[in-house]
């Protein structure tokens, strides 16, 4: 199969040569001639190409050569390594193939290229670079690139990448319609929109293409300078390459290459039944010699005139390698020549040189340094090239990328970008994206997809308190205590301090209740002892008025505690303070009842209720009743005391501050201890409420008491289904509401009497009208 850019490699080989020839330091008063085979990319016409070179021109024998003169010392070949294989032990320089390197079943091969070991990784890197994470492989099938296929799915896997597809390609010639078909519906069917392509330059793929040169495929294609993508004239199926991407080895260009292009024409090597099918190929015409006219070449032709993409890149490429193969032989050729004694150890008997003792290097004319060790092969260099084709069936190389191969090396020192816009042809600005699932935007995590590869996921939203502020996150991550997520779960934000303030409307409104309402209880404590000796204030027991009131007066004011910035004073202070001042309340209306029950005893003859008539004995069981809640009080003070708290879970987007009651089986027994003298009231006091009413407020005592447990036993399940700062507020309300209860119910129809009706308020009155 006739390939223009294979020719260039010839004419590299040609250079070389007449460049030795030419310098006097480098093999002095010898010239090298060479000869060129064809080797058509077959195993059995590279091996007839190799028994012609051994056994001469005329008919091949093996093991014999009828040549005397003009015997080859070195065979250089092996463009790829299948033809490496084909030609076996024959081969002295060649292309790099690891699969080759063994000194003992090649112990004549050289291998020129530099290791293209770093070839994987290098893809890779151009992978991550894109972020395309699902690529498709497309390979020959043969050794050297299944060893390539391992490489690459082990690098891929290391960083993330998954596989679409792996598509192995036949070498044969032969093409079978079915497997076509599979081959092009799998690409089709394929949401991968990059496809690594690697292997034989002459492989089905471009074969299978030509069969539909109408068959358009969108996709952008990875490989390497080896693999032809060259434009065909009349073929338009290599727009299908439009935009592929190409590893090419960096090389150095060769001096004078270009003038020495322009000296060749088939007159001046007539004997060059090459370049006359280079020559018609490369011009269109057909060369006759010493003739010109429609449809003849021009003798004035010249090479560098071919508006051909290789002429200037892929030229510096393969070529590059045959050239600098020539100039490694020329100057083992020398040293051997400079050292008469080693060259005997160095030749053997047929004149073909088996091996170098020393190393050799030395410098190109293109200033490259060569060193020729096969313990120091060194990692290749790449040019990334983008292959652009025009409509007026013209394309061009573009060079994109430098990538230096070394697996210590990160992207951004290896890549250097150019424009994105030259490098994808068909495609928008943008690069185009191959994946397996859409971008997982922020606020999303990744979940895997049951028995597919790890680049399909489902996008899931963050859970709750967490975010992800970046795309395609593995994981949320979880807001620190003091933040909490935004709508979008991308950001955390601060959360806001809060607690019930004086500021705000609501606790502004408690504390002016609770202040007008303490302020109320004082001015009915001054209304009784402004009245004390009036009938209706010593009939229900003075002194124990006085100590409702003035307990009322202070539970008023306790919930001024629940209010404000929570400090240790506050949070030791409220509930204790709550507890005692209330249970003082309730136990004098507990005494209250005891004496109204008394006070109706006491009026029977030969009643002993008289002597409990004193003041000693009610205040005697506020005492009592008072200590016990002290010291329960105390007990949770000891053990477990409240403390102040900042409570980040209970409000998403605020820092409540507030008191941790520290152990709440002690809250409750105060509460509880507080409803049982509640209960104890109010049932002492139903039961005497028929009582006669010149000594009875048993009545308004059983109302304020109903008042009182209604407030509190509502207000247990109303505390516990509150969080933050309306639990102090619900608590402050319950304080009110119910002390506010006890002072309505108890005081203030005595305060309408002895204010607004004096005239009730004397004895008689109170036995007459029944107060």
Same mark, same amino acid.
């Given at each position: 199969?006739?390939? %223009?850019?294979?020719?260039?490699?010839?004419?590299?080989?040609?250079?070389?040569?007449?460049?030795?020839?030419?310098?006097?330091?480098?093999?002095?008063?010898?010239?090298?001639?060479?000869?060129?085979?064809?080797?058509?990319?077959?195993?059995?016409?590279?091996?007839?190409?190799?028994?012609?070179?051994?056994?001469?021109?005329?008919?091949?024998?093996?093991?014999?050569?009828?040549?005397?003169?003009?015997k080859s010392v070195v065979v250089i070949g092996g463009a790829t390594s299948?033809?490496?294989?084909?030609?076996?032990?024959?081969?002295?320089?060649?292309?790099?193939?690891?699969?080759?390197?063994?000194?003992?079943?090649?112990?004549?091969?050289?291998?020129?290229?530099?290791?293209?070991?770093?070839?994987?990784?290098?893809?890779?890197?151009?992978?991550?670079?894109?972020?395309?994470?699902?690529?498709?492989?497309?390979?020959?099938?043969?050794?050297?690139?299944?060893?390539?296929?391992?490489?690459?799915?082990?690098?891929?896997?290391?960083?993330?990448?998954?596989?679409?597809?792996?598509?192995?390609?036949?070498?044969?010639?032969?093409?079978?319609?079915?497997? @076509?078909?599979?081959?092009?519906?799998?690409?089709?069917?394929?949401?991968?929109?990059?496809?690594?392509?690697?292997?034989?330059?002459?492989?089905?793929?471009?074969?299978?293409?030509?069969?539909?040169?109408?068959?358009?495929?969108?996709?952008?294609?990875?490989?390497?300078?080896?693999?032809?993508?060259?434009?065909?004239?009349?073929?338009? @199926?290599?727009?299908?390459? #439009?935009?592929? %991407?190409?590893?090419?080895?960096?090389?150095?260009?060769?001096?004078?290459?270009?003038?020495?292009?322009?000296?060749?024409?088939?007159?001046?090597?007539?004997?060059?039944?090459?370049?006359?099918?280079?020559?018609?190929?490369?011009?269109?015409?057909?060369?006759? #010699?010493?003739?010109?006219?429609?449809?003849?070449?021009?003798?004035?032709?010249?090479?560098?005139?071919?508006?051909?993409? @290789?002429?200037?890149?892929?030229?510096?490429?393969?070529?590059?390698?045959?050239?600098?193969?020539?100039?490694?032989?020329?100057?083992?050729?020398?040293?051997?020549?400079?050292?008469?004694?080693?060259?005997?150890?160095?030749?053997?008997?047929?004149?073909?040189?088996?091996?170098?003792?020393?190393?050799?290097?030395?410098?190109?004319?293109?200033?490259?340094?060569?060193?020729?060790?096969?313990?120091?092969?060194?990692?290749?260099?790449?040019?990334?090239?983008?292959?652009?084709?025009?409509?007026?069936?013209?394309?061009?190389?573009?060079?994109?990328?430098?990538?230096?191969?070394?697996? &210590?090396?990160?992207?951004?020192?290896?890549?250097?970008?150019?424009?994105?816009?030259?490098?994808?042809? @068909?495609?928008?600005?943008?690069?185009?994206?191959?994946?397996?699932?859409?971008?997982?935007?922020?606020?999303?995590?990744?979940?895997?997809?049951?028995?597919?590869?790890?680049?399909?996921?489902?996008?899931?939203?963050?859970?709750?308190?967490?975010?992800?502020?970046?795309?395609?996150?593995?994981?949320?991550?979880?807001?620190?205590?003091?933040?909490?997520?935004?709508?979008?779960?991308?950001?955390?934000?601060?959360?806001?301090?809060?607690?019930?303030?004086?500021?705000?409307?609501?606790?502004?409104?408690?504390a002016s209740i609770a202040v007008c309402l303490s302020l109320l209880t004082?001015?009915?404590?001054?209304?009784?002892?402004?009245?004390?000796?009036?009938?209706?204030?010593?009939?229900?027991?003075?002194?124990?008025?006085?100590?409702?009131?003035?307990?009322?007066?202070?539970?008023?004011?306790?919930?001024?505690?629940?209010?404000?910035?929570?400090?240790?004073? #506050?949070?030791?202070?409220?509930?204790?303070?709550?507890?005692?001042?209330?249970?003082?309340?309730?136990?004098?209306?507990?005494?209250?009842?005891?004496?109204?029950?008394?006070?109706?005893?006491?009026?029977?003859?030969?009643?002993?209720?008289?002597?409990?008539?004193?003041?000693?004995?009610?205040?005697?069981?506020? %005492?009592?009743?008072?200590?016990?809640?002290?010291?329960?009080?105390?007990?949770?003070?000891?053990?477990?005391?409240?403390?102040?708290?900042?409570?980040?879970?209970?409000? #998403?987007?605020?820092?409540?501050?507030?008191?941790?009651?520290?152990?709440?089986?002690?809250?409750?027994?105060?509460?509880?201890?507080?409803?049982?003298?509640a209960l104890a009231s109010f049932a002492v006091a139903f039961f005497v409420?028929?009582?006669?009413?010149?000594?009875?407020?048993?009545?308004?005592?059983?109302?304020?008491? %109903?008042?009182?447990?209604?407030?509190?036993?509502?207000?247990?399940?109303?505390?516990?289904?509150?969080?933050?700062?309306?639990?102090?507020?619900?608590?402050?309300?319950?304080?009110?509401?119910?002390?506010?209860?006890?002072?309505?119910?108890?005081?203030?129809?005595? &305060?309408?009497?002895?204010?607004?009706?004096?005239?009730?308020?004397?004895?008689?009155?109170?036995?007459?009208?029944?107060?």
């Amino acid at each position: 199969m006739w390939q %223009l850019k294979h020719y260039y490699q010839v004419l590299a080989f040609m250079f070389a040569i007449e460049e030795i020839n030419r310098n006097p330091n480098l093999l002095p008063n010898i010239s090298l001639g060479f000869h060129v085979y064809n080797a058509y990319h077959n195993d059995e016409r590279a091996l007839e190409s190799s028994l012609m070179w051994l056994s001469g021109q005329g008919q091949t024998i093996p093991n014999y050569s009828c040549e005397r003169q003009r015997k080859s010392v070195v065979v250089i070949g092996g463009a790829t390594s299948e033809m490496t294989f084909s030609m076996g032990t024959l081969l002295d320089y060649g292309r790099f193939d690891p699969l080759i390197s063994d000194p003992l079943q090649f112990p004549s091969v050289y291998q020129m290229a530099p290791s293209d070991t770093s070839l994987p990784l290098g893809m890779v890197r151009l992978m991550l670079h894109f972020k395309w994470t699902w690529v498709g492989l497309v390979v020959s099938d043969d050794s050297r690139d299944e060893k390539f296929l391992r490489d690459l799915q082990e690098e891929m896997a290391r960083n993330d990448v998954c596989v679409a597809f792996i598509e192995k390609i036949s070498t044969s010639y032969s093409l079978n319609a079915k497997l @076509y078909q599979t081959f092009i519906f799998r690409i089709f069917r394929s949401t991968a929109n990059v496809l690594v392509i690697y292997g034989d330059t002459n492989s089905l793929l471009s074969l299978m293409f030509t069969k539909n040169p109408y068959v358009l495929v969108r996709r952008v294609w990875i490989t390497t300078s080896h693999w032809d993508v060259a434009k065909k004239p009349g073929y338009i @199926y290599f727009d299908n390459f #439009h935009g592929a %991407l190409i590893f090419s080895d960096q090389t150095s260009r060769i001096p004078e290459f270009k003038h020495f292009l322009k000296t060749v024409n088939p007159a001046r090597y007539p004997e060059d039944i090459f370049l006359k099918n280079f020559w018609n190929s490369g011009f269109g015409c057909v060369y006759k #010699h010493g003739k010109e006219g429609e449809g003849i070449c021009s003798l004035n032709a010249s090479l560098d005139t071919i508006q051909l993409s @290789y002429l200037d890149i892929t030229m510096s490429d393969q070529s590059y390698t045959v050239y600098t193969a020539v100039y490694a032989v020329a100057w083992a050729l020398h040293e051997m020549f400079l050292v008469r004694s080693e060259m005997e150890s160095n030749v053997d008997r047929n004149n073909r040189i088996v091996s170098l003792h020393k190393n050799i290097q030395f410098n190109t004319n293109a200033g490259k340094l060569v060193v020729l060790d096969k313990k120091r092969k060194s990692l290749a260099n790449y040019d990334i090239l983008n292959y652009v084709t025009f409509t007026n069936d013209t394309e061009v190389l573009i060079k994109i990328f430098s990538y230096v191969g070394s697996f &210590c090396k990160e992207i951004d020192a290896n890549f250097v970008r150019m424009t994105v816009s030259k490098a994808f042809g @068909y495609f928008l600005v943008q690069p185009p994206q191959s994946r397996c699932s859409k971008v997982c935007g922020p606020g999303f995590q990744k979940k895997a997809q049951e028995g597919r590869p790890f680049c399909c996921f489902n996008c899931d939203p963050c859970p709750e308190r967490h975010i992800s502020n970046q795309t395609d996150a593995d994981q949320c991550v979880k807001c620190p205590e003091d933040q909490y997520p935004n709508h979008q779960r991308n950001q955390c934000l601060p959360k806001m301090v809060t607690f019930l303030d004086y500021e705000e409307p609501l606790g502004m409104a408690l504390a002016s209740i609770a202040v007008c309402l303490s302020l109320l209880t004082a001015l009915v404590l001054w209304v009784f002892v402004r009245y004390k000796n009036t009938p209706i204030v010593r009939a229900n027991n003075r002194d124990l008025s006085y100590i409702l009131l003035i307990s009322l007066f202070f539970c008023f004011l306790c919930s001024l505690l629940f209010i404000g910035h929570p400090t240790a004073a #506050h949070c030791l202070l409220r509930q204790t303070t709550f507890g005692v001042m209330f249970t003082v309340a309730v136990s004098t209306i507990l005494a209250k009842t005891i004496i109204v029950i008394l006070a109706f005893r006491a009026t029977r003859p030969g009643s002993r209720s008289r002597k409990w008539m004193g003041s000693r004995a009610p205040i005697s069981v506020v %005492l009592f009743c008072t200590l016990i809640q002290g010291m329960l009080c105390g007990v949770w003070l000891l053990l477990s005391p409240p403390f102040p708290e900042a409570d980040t879970h209970s409000d #998403h987007e605020h820092i409540i501050l507030g008191c941790n009651e520290g152990s709440l089986i002690a809250f409750y027994f105060v509460l509880s201890y507080m409803g049982v003298l509640a209960l104890a009231s109010f049932a002492v006091a139903f039961f005497v409420r028929n009582l006669p009413d010149t000594f009875n407020e048993a009545k308004y005592i059983t109302f304020s008491m %109903l008042v009182f447990c209604s407030v509190w036993v509502s207000f247990l399940p109303t505390y516990q289904s509150t969080k933050g700062k309306m639990m102090a507020a619900v608590e402050i309300f319950s304080i009110l509401s119910s002390s506010t209860g006890l002072l309505a119910c108890i005081f203030i129809p005595k &305060c309408y009497v002895i204010l607004l009706q004096p005239h009730r308020n004397i004895k008689k009155s109170l036995k007459d009208n029944k107060c």
